[in-house]
C-alpha cells in the first residue's frame, strides 16, 4: 500500500481498536470526509481541521486516480495517489488516509460506520453520499463551508496559463 494510505480491512481494525479503548470515556467519535485532494491548499486544511474539531479522530477516504479520471476528465489527477495520500497523512488533523477506488464513498463509509459524515460545500444532506446510512445509526452529517477563494480547479487553471519559464 501507498505510503501513508491504509487499506480498508487496516483501517477497520484501527477504528475498532479506538472505539475499545474509548469506551468507558463517553464513547468515541469517529469523524469521516472524502475527496481528491488533488493539489492541497490552504482551503483543505481550513475545511480538514474544522472536521477534525467534530470529533476524536478524522479518516478521510480518498479517491484513487482511475475514479478521479472517472469523475473530473483527462488530465487529472495531477497528484497521483501516493503523492495525495502522503501529503493527506502529514496533516496534523487527519489520522488516517484511507483510498477507495469507486466514484463514490458508499461502500467505505458503510464499512467504517463513521459518527460524523463531513462534506464541503454547498451540498444539502439528502444529496450527500452515505448520509442516510450515517443518519440512520444515529450519526450526523455535517456540510461544511468552504474557505472562500482556494479551489483546486481554479488553482489547476492559473498554473496552466502560466507562462512558460
Given amino acids: 500500500m501507498t505510503r501513508g494510505a ?29 475527496g481528491c485532494f488533488d493539489l492541497l491548499h490552504p482551503g483543505h486544511v481550513d475545511y480538514l481541521e474544522r472536521a477534525r474539531a467534530l470529533g476524536d479522530a478524522l479518516v478521510v477516504g480518498l479517491n484513487d486516480d482511475a475514479s478521479i479520471r472517472r469523475l473530473k476528465g483527462r488530465g487529472r489527477p495531477v497528484n497521483p495517489l501516493a503523492d495525495r495520500a502522503r501529503m493527506l497523512a502529514a496533516l496534523r488533523a487527519v489520522d488516517m488516509v484511507v483510498p477507495f477506488s469507486e466514484d463514490t464513498p458508499l461502500e467505505l463509509i458503510r464499512r467504517l460506520e463513521p459518527d460524523v459524515l463531513v462534506k464541503g460545500g454547498d451540498y444539502r444532506i439528502e444529496e450527500i453520499v452515505g448520509a442516510r446510512e450515517v443518519q440512520a445509526r444515529g450519526g450526523e452529517v455535517v456540510v461544511m463551508p468552504f474557505l472562500e477563494g482556494y479551489s483546486t480547479t481554479a488553482l489547476i487553471e492559473r498554473i496552466r496559463a502560466l507562462p512558460p519559464a
Fill in 6 to 34: 491504509t487499506p480498508p480491512a487496516e483501517a477497520l481494525a484501527r477504528i475498532r481498536g479506538w472505539r475499545e479503548a474509548e469506551e468507558g470515556d463517553g464513547g468515541f467519535r469517529l469523524v469521516f470526509t472524502n
